[in-house]
């Protein structure tokens, strides 16, 4: 099949490079010179694991091609994804000026039957606004369909290639048909192509992402209890993960979720709601709980040390979760700024978020070359980011290092008896 990606971001990029990975002509659109420029001259404009190995492939076999000319890669394709942004506006509510302003652009280029794909995660109603936009242009036949996208930065072309199910709102079978022929190579382990209403498909991306924020607020309320009652949080989830009712995912608690999907979807979907005049009450408790996790580790560092000001502090890790580059919303935006606040020094690593960190932070943050050298005449070190290469650190390495064995960890790492070993004040979340 020939197909369009508009839009190259994490969801883009991947969604491309996977099409053309199983056979089909892949043109993948970006308004960002910059960003195909990169692409072009074979390098990654973000960091995902396994993506450089895929595009390269397909590159070289000139089933995946780059450019900012979004008419000519419409005219060519019979299927056109939009995989723009769709970032939170002011009020909380999805800003859906790119994935409009792209449909418009395609419906201007058209020239002849295609199937416009929604894959950004949008609010209910947004396939019939696309609907609208697109027969406002153009005389040319089209379906509008609506296929958002579950996989997991860190591990999205796994997540792309095999999928745990694929869901399809499709209004026609026409394009549903089209739909389940460019899905098939994917789901021959058996996933399910789920084909719905345009509405359902696009309310189960936002149900996903608030139930799976939901049990991270849940679980972190959970290890709050645990510090006051001497409780381990280690040891209660292990008890409820047991239970298959619940399942032993997504029960980690740490210091707040953050990226650039978790957040905003939350609030987008309480304002939909809110716009049909109901009130998401527990939504409304999980973002919250999910600001005031933000300010746990900080807190902690304050009742330990009180003024903080002239203390050096070491941060494991900037991207807000392991195996990405992406600081969206990270929990280690707001530490830092914190403890900068404080007439804090800050030395920083972290294996891929750096370049982006750089941009936020400039030179009020030391950025290190390794994990060891954060710790330098650090007063504490604050675990923000549960990257593997820091699961198994020379202890007495570390010890040496820092002015003060102490660790706060956002993320459990380690076990207190392991830190009292090795000699380590250690606070960590939900145990004592
Ligand atoms: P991103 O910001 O990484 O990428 C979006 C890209 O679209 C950018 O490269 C931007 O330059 C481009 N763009 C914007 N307007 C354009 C235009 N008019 N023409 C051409 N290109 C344009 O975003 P992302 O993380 O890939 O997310 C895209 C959508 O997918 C969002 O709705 C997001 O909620 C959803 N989603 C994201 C993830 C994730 O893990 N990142 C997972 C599932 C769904």
Same mark, same amino acid.
């Given at each position: 099949?020939?197909?369009?990606?508009?839009? *190259?971001?994490?969801?883009?990029?991947?969604?491309?490079?996977?099409?053309?990975?199983?056979?089909?002509?892949?043109?993948?659109?970006?308004?960002?010179?910059?960003?195909?420029?990169?692409?072009?001259?074979?390098?990654?404009?973000?960091?995902?694991?396994?993506?450089?190995?895929?595009?390269?492939?397909?590159?070289?076999?000139?089933?995946?091609?780059?450019?900012?000319?979004?008419?000519?890669?419409?005219?060519?394709?019979?299927?056109?994804?939009?995989?723009?942004?769709?970032?939170?506006?002011?009020?909380?509510?999805?800003?859906?000026?790119?994935?409009?302003?792209? $449909?418009?652009?395609?419906?201007?280029?058209?020239? !002849?039957?295609?199937?416009?794909?929604?894959?950004?995660?949008?609010?209910?109603?947004?396939?019939?606004?696309?609907?609208?936009?697109?027969?406002?242009?153009?005389?040319?036949?089209?379906?509008?369909?609506?296929?958002?996208?579950?996989?997991?930065?860190?591990?999205?072309?796994?997540?792309?290639?095999?999928?745990?199910?694929?869901?399809?709102?499709?209004?026609?079978?026409? $394009?549903?048909?089209?739909?389940?022929?460019?899905?098939?190579?994917?789901?021959?382990?058996?996933?399910?192509?789920?084909?719905?209403?345009?509405?359902?498909?696009?309310?189960?991306?936002?149900?996903?992402?608030?139930?799976?924020? *939901?049990?991270?607020?849940?679980?972190?309320?959970?290890?709050?209890?645990?510090?006051?009652?001497?409780?381990?949080?280690?040891?209660?989830?292990?008890?409820? !993960?047991?239970?298959?009712?619940?399942?032993?995912?997504?029960?980690?608690?740490?210091?707040?979720?953050?990226?650039?999907?978790?957040?905003?979807?939350?609030?987008?979907?309480?304002?939909?709601?809110? /716009?049909?005049?109901?009130?998401?009450?527990?939504?409304?408790?999980?973002? *919250?709980?999910?600001?005031?996790?933000?300010?746990?580790?900080?807190?902690?560092?304050?009742?330990?040390? !009180?003024?903080?000001?002239?203390?050096?502090?070491?941060?494991?890790?900037?991207?807000?979760?392991?195996?990405?580059?992406?600081?969206? /919303?990270?929990?280690?935006?707001?530490?830092?700024?914190?403890?900068?606040?404080?007439?804090?020094?800050?030395?920083?690593?972290?294996?891929?978020?750096?370049?982006?960190?750089?941009?936020?932070?400039?030179?009020?943050?030391?950025?290190?070359?390794?994990?060891?050298?954060?710790?330098?005449?650090?007063?504490?070190?604050?675990?923000?980011?549960?990257?593997?290469?820091?699961?198994?650190?020379?202890?007495?390495?570390?010890?040496?290092?820092?002015?003060?064995?102490?660790?706060?960890?956002?993320?459990?790492?380690? *076990?207190?008896?392991?830190?009292?070993?090795?000699?380590?004040?250690?606070?960590?979340? !939900?145990?004592?």
């Amino acid at each position: 099949m020939r197909i369009a990606v508009i839009g *190259t971001g994490y969801v883009g990029l991947v969604a491309g490079a996977c099409f053309a990975e199983s056979g089909n002509d892949v043109i993948c659109v970006d308004r960002d010179e910059k960003k195909i420029g990169t692409l072009n001259a074979g390098q990654m404009p973000i960091y995902e694991p396994g993506l450089e190995e895929v595009v390269r492939r397909n590159r070289q076999e000139s089933r995946l091609v780059f450019t900012t000319d979004l008419p000519e890669a419409v005219r060519t394709s019979e299927v056109v994804f939009i995989a723009v942004g769709t970032p939170q506006g002011e009020d909380g509510s999805a800003d859906l000026t790119h994935v409009l302003g792209v $449909a418009r652009e395609i419906a201007r280029a058209m020239n !002849g039957y295609k199937v416009i794909v929604d894959k950004s995660t949008v609010p209910v109603g947004t396939s019939q606004k696309v609907r609208d936009v697109v027969s406002a242009e153009t005389t040319h036949p089209f379906s509008v369909v609506s296929n958002p996208e579950f996989l997991k930065q860190g591990a999205a072309i796994e997540d792309f290639m095999k999928p745990d199910r694929v869901v399809i709102g499709a209004e026609d079978k026409r $394009a549903a048909a089209i739909m389940l022929e460019l899905y098939s190579p994917f789901t021959r382990t058996g996933a399910p192509i789920m084909t719905m209403d345009c509405a359902s498909a696009e309310l189960a991306k936002y149900a996903a992402n608030a139930m799976l924020a *939901t049990r991270i607020s849940f679980m972190n309320e959970v290890a709050n209890v645990c510090e006051l009652v001497g409780a381990d949080v280690d040891h209660v989830r292990k008890a409820i !993960g047991s239970d298959r009712r619940i399942g032993t995912s997504f029960l980690f608690p740490g210091v707040g979720y953050g990226g650039s999907c978790f957040p905003k979807d939350v609030k987008a979907m309480m304002r939909f709601a809110s /716009e049909k005049d109901y009130e998401f009450k527990i939504l409304d408790a999980v973002e *919250t709980v999910n600001q005031c996790q933000k300010t746990r580790l900080f807190a902690k560092m304050r009742a330990h040390f !009180g003024d903080m000001r002239g203390k050096t502090v070491g941060v494991w890790g900037l991207a807000f979760k392991p195996r990405t580059d992406d600081m969206r /919303e990270a929990p280690s935006i707001p530490l830092i700024t914190a403890l900068l606040d404080a007439g804090v020094t800050v030395r920083a690593y972290d294996p891929e978020a750096t370049k982006v960190a750089k941009e936020i932070f400039g030179d009020r943050v030391t950025f290190t070359a390794n994990n060891y050298d954060v710790l330098k005449g650090a007063d504490c070190l604050a675990i923000v980011t549960e990257w593997n290469e820091f699961r198994r650190p020379d202890f007495p390495r570390m010890k040496a290092l820092m002015r003060e064995p102490i660790v706060f960890d956002g993320r459990n790492l380690f *076990t207190p008896e392991q830190m009292k070993q090795h000699g380590f004040a250690y606070h960590s979340i !939900g145990r004592s």
